[in-house]
């Protein structure tokens, strides 16, 4: 072990810890192949919330990631959603924020040691999920209501696309034409927040969308792509300084790969708005699940004295929420991919 790593200690699993991770996976794998953003935002919080240190969730999670998003990109291609092309050149730039991510997270650790560690993930976490999912939410609410599709990009992603910066490219699949420049500071940005927090798509997949100028449908099924590229280089980084756990890597694995291919069927059946809908109804939970777990950090690094009754109710209410937030996401995707179905066989 190198460096940080010698300040973390794995944690011991049981039937009900394997259980329960197994179906975090799942639901996870469910969520990502829906809406493409590595559905990590509920894997992270739900190994924390078993006791893993952040590093560690982060590091197992993004190490999981990779093959996931490689079954989930490939079942997308065959249904034409993936710009391969546009995954590739932003994964690579990924890479760059990934660097970063991880020398801010290990420089953290030795620093203020787990619980900052832990307290800088929940902060992360709290911060990019209220501001993603409210945003998002207003979208999915706004297309709802208009009951337009979102095939049309905003204004600023018409502004940038008429902006002719060396060199330019052309993405088929995406229908986009666009300088790179425009898309090399998306791209490091989710590399970063991967890195960080272990789930990129929240900046990758919006990025996408009201930066660039591609559809939802495509945007979260290129989201995969790069989600695969930049996973298997930061696994490897994060594997020098001894932070992957390889037994939650498999356990979380093994519910994911059967989640992932439900969700890429789900995106076949539903309005895109449902897509976006999904995304924002579990980020603003998971956002309070994190929320209530800080104090127990705050308490150990001695910024707060909440008391050990207070931290213990906190915990246990930050759990309790997410799960719902997992029966949530679950819920609504698999109830409007039967909806979705049972309307098309009725036609």
Known sequence: MHGAGEMITFIDLNMYSIIFLFLVGFIGGLVSGFIGSGGAFVLTPG???????????VASNMCHKFPKALVGSIKRYRYGQVDIKMGVIMGLFAEIGVQVGIKAQTMILEKWGEAGSNLYVSVAFVAVLLTVGSFVMRDALRLAKSGEGDGKPNNLCKRLQ??????????KRANVRISVWFLIPVAIATGMLAATIAVGGFIGVPGLMYVIGVTSIVASATELVIAFVMGLGGTLIWAYYG?????????????????????????????????????????????????????????????????????????????????????????IILASMFKARRLENQA
């Not at 919330?49 to 590093?55: A, E, K, R, T």
């Not at 008429?162 to 993405?171: D, G, K, N, V």
């Not at 694995?253 to 976006?276: C, D, H, N, R, W």
């Open 47 to 57: 190994m924390m919330s078993l006791g893993v240190p952040g590093p560690v969730a």
């Open 162 to 171: 008429s902006i002719e910066l060396w060199p330019m490219m052309t993405f």
């Open 243 to 331: 932070m992957v756990d390889i037994r939650l890597t498999l356990i979380i694995l093994g519910g994911s790969l059967f989640g992932v291919q439900l969700g890429a069927i789900g995106t076949t059946y539903v309005k895109e708005y449902m897509i976006k809908m999904v995304m924002a109804v579990i980020m603003l939970i998971v956002a309070l699940s994190r929320f209530l777990a800080m104090p127990k950090y705050l308490d150990k690094l001695s910024l707060t004295n909440f008391g050990d009754t207070t931290v213990s109710i906190l915990s246990k209410t930050s759990f309790g929420v997410m799960v719902v937030a997992l029966l949530i996401g679950a819920g």
